[in-house]
């Protein structure tokens, strides 16, 4: 391979990398909102 | 609804982004290719693999300091802060671990050297992803956060080894440049050092950002398993109580 196809690769992996991670603060970050609207919604129908 | 720290953080999140364009354009635009000896147009690894280094060791300095301030004061912003930071740490070592052997492999003709900054850095990385274990197996929450924060503290002592290896063994890794010295052993001009400082910068802002992306997703978990546990309380047979 040459030299600007593996430097490709690395800025490559760099900005995959910090773009999964940021893909997986956004799945749990949407997770727990669903969970925080079930919760709030039971906790509102066990008040009334 | 929009909070002010929702705009303060989309306004880091717009910084740390344009910082990177620009430090980018430099390293791309404007750093003109090193020797041969130094890799050549490889050699511009170097302007994200060394900030990612810098992110590291910022990272798990953060766990250092946040893991002493828990185990004092017990408060749950340091454990959070601690905990989001090793998180980061972790990406971003792993980030070294990757593009280090990018870089090696057409330039030492080997993707791995057991040398001391490299096993050095593994051990590192291999540490703090034994602490995210710890905090995800732990099933009291409490007491797995305080086992983390003395490994948090003891981890660190890894990170002044890793950056001194290349001064104390005889290593295969580069010696120079470093954030303190940057020029060393590097024939670095003027505008390849203007292409390594805005890296800097850029990966310190979108640290910042990270960090407070993180802590708040944190914050939200905690106010989550509080409802949940306040629901299981008044009704523990109701489905989806934890």
Not at chain 1, 10 to 38: D, P
Not at chain 2, 54 to 65: E, I, K, M, R
């Amino acid at each position: 391979m040459s030299e600007t196809a593996w430097t490709v690769v690395a800025f490559t992996a760099v900005a995959v990398g910090i773009g999964l991670y940021l893909a997986s603060i956004s799945l749990r970050r949407r997770n727990l909102s669903k969970r925080l609207a079930q919760a709030g919604a039971r906790r509102r129908a066990g008040s009334r | 609804m929009r909070t002010p720290t929702d705009t303060k953080l989309t306004y880091l999140g717009i910084a740390a982004g344009g910082a990177l364009a620009v430090a980018m354009g430099l390293v791309f635009f404007v750093a003109r290719e090193a020797t041969s000896a130094m890799g050549g147009h490889l050699q511009r690894i170097f302007y994200v693999h060394v900030p990612s280094a810098w992110l590291a060791y910022l990272s798990f300095a953060v766990v250092f300091v946040c893991s002493i301030a828990y185990l004092r004061t017990n408060a749950r912003r340091w454990d959070l802060l601690a905990h989001a930071a090793a998180e980061i740490g972790v990406v971003f070592t792993s980030l070294v671990l990757i593009t280090g052997p990018i870089w090696a492999r057409p330039v030492w003709g080997t993707w791995w050297e057991w040398d001391a900054r490299l096993t050095s850095t593994l051990v590192l990385w291999l540490t703090y992803v034994g602490y995210l274990f710890l905090r995800s197996l732990a099933t009291d929450p409490g007491r797995g956060g305080r086992l983390a924060a003395v490994l948090g503290v003891v981890g660190f002592i890894d990170v002044p080894i890793v950056h001194y290896s290349v001064k104390w063994w005889r290593t295969l890794h580069p010696s120079g440049p470093t954030i303190a010295d940057p020029t060393a052993s590097s024939g670095l001009g003027g505008p390849e050092l203007a292409a390594f400082f805005a890296s800097l910068v850029a990966f310190t802002l979108l640290f910042a950002w990270l960090l407070a992306v993180r802590v708040r997703l944190g914050r939200l978990g905690d106010e989550v398993e509080a409802l949940e546990i306040e629901r299981h309380d008044h009704d523990p047979t109701a489905v989806g109580a934890t």
